[in-house]
C-alpha cells in the first residue's frame, strides 16, 4: 500500500507561524482528494493539536502518515507536559495563560475536539516529561 | 463566475493578457499569482493554470507586459437604446465636487440615456441576505460563514480551491446581477423589445468583473473605469440637466471599499481584502475557524473595489472620499421594507447562476495513484535546491516537481541542479 509521510517542525510561542502547519496538512490531503468532510476533521485536530504545542508545549513537530484507507496523525512536543489527561479531556478544562486566552485561544476545546473528530486518540503525557498526541482517521468512518 | 460563462474546456475565460513583445521573461509575475497559473516557456510568461483576474501579476510587471482586457470598446456610436451599469466605486472617481448623481449625469452627457444606479440595489440586496441570514440561523447545521459571492475572483478561488465552500455561497442575486436584471427589464418594456436584446454596458474598476461573453445568450459587455475617464469628466462639466438618478443612502454608496458591504447588514460579519488575505481566511473556513461568524465578505483588491485596477484615483484617497459620500448620504435604508420582504418571499432575488467547481486536471486518479504521486513530488522536491529562482519556468520548487510528476517539466530544466551536478541525488 503506498505510504506518504510528511514531518513537520512547530516552534513554541511562534503565534506568527501558528497554524501553518495545519494548513500544509489540509492542502495535502486536499491534493490527494480526499472526502472534504474527512479532510476538515483532519484538519481540525491538527490545527488544534499544533495550538497545543504552540501554547504549551515548547518546541514540538507533526507527523503525517496518509494510506489509501486511514491518516495518521502524531504530534509530539518536549513541554511540561499534562498533569492529568482525563480532566484534560473535559470540555472547558483549560491551563492557558491569560495572554493566550486573550487572543482567543485557551477555550478548554483542544483535547475534547480532537477527541470527537478523531477516529481514535491517544494520549501519552507525564508531568514534565512532554506529550505526543497519536491521532488515526479511518477513511469512510463518518466521524469520531 | 457564473458556470455557464465558462468556456467548455472547464478552464474559466479570463481578462489578463501577455504582451510577448513586451515580456522579458522575468520571474516576478509567476512568483506573484496565486494561483500558481504562469509559467515561463520559451522566456515568455504564459498563463496556463486557472486566471481569476486578480491583475497580481500585472502589478508587479517592470515591463508593463500584463494588462486587463475589455470585453468592449466603449461603444463611441450609438449609445442611446442600451443601458449602462456604472460600479459605485466610478462615483468616487472624480473627487469631491462631484456627487454620485453628477456621475449618472455626466454619463447621460456622454450618451448613455439609461444610467442605472448601483449602489440602490447594493441596498436591496443587503436586506435580502439579511434576512437569508436569519432564515439560516433556524436551519441546523448552517453554512456559516457566508461568503460573498460579489467579488467574481473570490468565487473563482473558491470554485477552484475550495469546492466545498460553495454551500457558502448564498444563492442571491449580486446589486450587479439584480440592476442588470432591472435594466432589462424596464427597457424592454419601454422599447416594447425582449429583454434579452437589451444590451447592458457595465463601467467596472476591475478585468474580474468583465462579462464572460464565451457562451453568454445575452449581449452584455463591460469596459474599465479607465477606459471612460476622460470623456465622462469632461462630459460632466457640461451637464446641463436637472434630474435626480442616484437613489441611495450611504450604505449603498460604501460599496467601493473594504467592509463597505457588511455595514449595512446586522449579523456577525467580517471583511477582509487582499488576495492572499482572502485565501488565507478561506483557509481557515474550510477548517471550521470561523464557524461564529454568519458573513464572510472578501475582496481581491487591497482596500476593496477602490482599488481594482481598472481605477484612475488613488485607493486610500477614494476610501476617505467613499467614507465621507456614506456619512453625506446617511446610514438608514431608504428602501421600503415591507414591500422588500414580501418580494424575497416570493424569490425575486434568487441567483440566476449556479457556481460549480472549477476542475483543474483531466485525469482521474485513485487516492492510492494520488498518494503515489505526491510522494514522487516530495521526492523529487528532496533533490531539488530549494531556491525558488523560478528559472525552471516554474513559480518555486514544490511547483516544479508536481510539473515534473505532471509530465509539464524536467528534471533538467532545473537551473539549479546543474550546480549540483556530480553530488548524489536521492529521488
Known sequence: MPLLERRFTVKANDFVKAGEVSIEVQGILKKIGFDPALIRRVSICAYEAEMNVVMHGGDGEMLLRVEPERIDLECRDRGGGIEDIELALQPGYSTAKPEHQEMGFGAGMGLPNIKKNASSLDVDSRKGGGTRLTMRFEVGDGGG | ?427
Open chain 2, 1 to 427: 463566475m457564473a458556470a455557464d460563462d465558462q468556456a467548455p474546456a472547464g478552464q474559466p475565460v479570463h481578462y489578463v493578457e501577455v504582451d510577448e513583445q513586451l515580456c522579458n521573461g522575468c520571474v516576478l509575475c509567476m512568483k506573484a499569482c496565486p494561483m500558481k497559473a504562469i509559467r515561463l516557456r520559451d522566456n515568455v510568461a504564459r498563463i496556463e493554470g486557472v486566471c481569476i483576474d486578480c491583475m497580481e501579476c500585472a502589478r508587479v510587471c517592470p515591463q508593463g507586459a500584463i494588462r486587463g482586457v475589455s470585453s468592449a470598446d466603449v461603444p463611441l456610436g450609438d449609445r442611446t437604446g442600451d443601458a449602462v451599469c456604472p460600479s459605485t466605486v466610478l462615483y468616487s472617481q472624480f473627487g469631491e465636487d462631484h456627487l454620485p448623481n453628477d456621475v449618472l449625469l455626466g454619463l447621460r452627457r456622454m450618451g448613455f440615456r439609461y444610467p442605472f444606479d448601483q449602489s440602490y440595489t447594493a441596498e436591496l440586496y443587503e436586506f435580502a441576505i439579511e434576512l437569508f441570514i436569519r432564515e439560516q440561523r433556524e436551519i441546523e447545521d448552517p453554512p456559516f460563514p457566508l461568503i460573498s459571492a460579489v467579488c467574481p475572483a473570490v468565487v473563482q478561488i473558491i470554485a477552484c480551491r475550495f469546492p466545498s465552500l460553495l454551500r457558502h455561497i448564498p444563492p442571491l442575486a449580486t446589486p450587479r446581477e439584480i440592476v442588470t436584471r432591472e435594466a432589462k427589464r424596464r427597457l424592454s418594456a419601454k422599447h416594447n423589445r425582449p429583454p434579452e436584446e437589451v444590451e447592458v454596458l457595465h463601467v467596472v474598476p476591475c478585468p474580474a468583473l468583465m462579462i464572460r461573453e464565451t457562451s453568454q445568450a445575452n449581449r452584455d459587455r463591460a469596459v474599465g473605469i479607465n477606459a471612460v475617464y476622460e470623456d465622462l469628466k469632461k462630459a460632466m462639466q457640461e451637464i446641463e440637466e436637472d434630474r435626480v438618478l442616484h437613489y441611495s443612502g450611504g450604505v449603498g454608496l460604501g460599496w467601493g471599499i473594504s467592509g463597505g458591504e457588511i455595514a449595512g447588514i446586522r449579523a456577525k460579519s467580517i471583511a477582509v481584502s487582499g488576495v492572499h488575505e482572502t485565501i488565507r481566511y478561506l483557509e481557515r473556513v474550510e477548517m471550521g475557524l470561523l464557524d461564529h461568524i454568519e458573513f464572510l465578505e472578501c475582496r481581491i483588491c487591497k482596500e476593496g473595489c477602490v482599488g481594482g485596477p481598472f481605477t484612475v484615483a488613488d485607493r486610500y484617497q477614494t476610501k476617505q472620499l467613499v467614507q465621507k459620500y456614506v456619512r453625506m448620504f446617511g446610514e438608514e435604508r431608504r428602501v421600503k421594507q415591507h414591500y422588500l420582504r414580501k418580494i424575497y418571499q416570493e424569490g425575486w432575488f434568487q441567483a440566476e447562476r449556479q457556481v460549480l467547481p472549477i476542475r483543474t486536471e483531466k485525469i482521474d486518479l485513485t487516492i492510492a495513484e494520488r498518494i503515489e504521486q505526491q510522494k514522487r513530488v516530495e521526492s523529487i522536491l528532496k533533490a531539488l535546491p530549494q531556491k525558488h529562482c523560478g528559472m525552471c519556468g516554474s513559480p518555486d520548487c514544490r511547483t516544479f516537481a508536481e510539473d515534473v510528476v505532471a509530465g509539464k517539466a524536467r528534471m533538467k530544466d532545473c537551473a539549479q541542479l546543474k550546480q549540483y551536478e556530480g553530488k548524489e541525488i536521492v529521488t
